[in-house]
């Protein structure tokens, strides 16, 4: 299906620091929101204006981080209203899902049953829910190549933990409210985890070494333990 014009956002510029400037579309994590910035991410980065550093989406802005001695912040300040122009026709540009297995076992998910208690489910159901749904790539932070994804289905958005635990195995699949997300590296986290992928999400000697990006469309899919054990290491 093709994705059809979508009206221009109103934007707001706020500026942060002096080598800052965030453009900001909204208040509240929406997809229609999301879509335009990273839109207008992609559009700035593409943009060539000199003195751009980094550009960096989240939920609803975009933050530009600049040098300026190379560029002046009025002439930034014109370059992001009009790559945001350029971009709107864009937003909500079709993707290909990139589909990722989890193996929803008890040894893996280490809150499976606790999210089922939430919801009121088995935890087979709770796996059926949790691969029901597509997910949106909102933004990536926290640590390096870990995506905040949502939609989760309300029945099993369970709240990330009060405490969170010190060590989370690399590949856990959590779940915190509706968000969901796939911890790339052994880290500390509080999220509800209900399985574990055995696919790598960061390569570090690759060329492109994050497998997901803002704006990414992803589907989980659930794998038996067996298929888990036998997925290739490298």
Known sequence: MTSQPQPRRPLRIVDAGDSAIVAEFGDRIDLDVNAHVVALAAALADCGVPGIRDVVPTYKSVAVHFDPLTTPYDTLVESIRAASDRSGAQANAD???????????????????????????????????????????????????????????????????????????????????????????????????????????????????????????????????DDFERWPSA
């Open 95 to 225: 993707r290909a899902p990139i589909r990722i297995p989890v193996c929803y076992d008890n040894v893996f998910g280490m809150d499976l049953p606790a999210v089922a208690r939430f919801a009121g489910v088995s935890e087979r159901e709770v796996a059926r829910l949790h691969t029901g749904q597509v997910y949106r790539v909102f933004m990536l932070g926290f640590a390096p190549g870990f995506a905040y994804m949502g939609s989760v289905d309300d029945r099993i958005a369970a709240p990330r933990h009060g405490s969170p635990r010190r060590r989370v195995p690399a590949g856990s699949v959590g779940i915190a409210d509706r968000q969901t997300g796939v911890y790339p590296s052994e880290l500390p986290g509080g999220w509800q985890i209900v399985g574990r992928t055995p696919m790598r999400l960061v390569r570090p000697n690759a060329s492109d070494p994050f497998l997901l990006k803002a704006g990414d469309v992803v589907e989980f899919y659930a794998m038996t333990r």
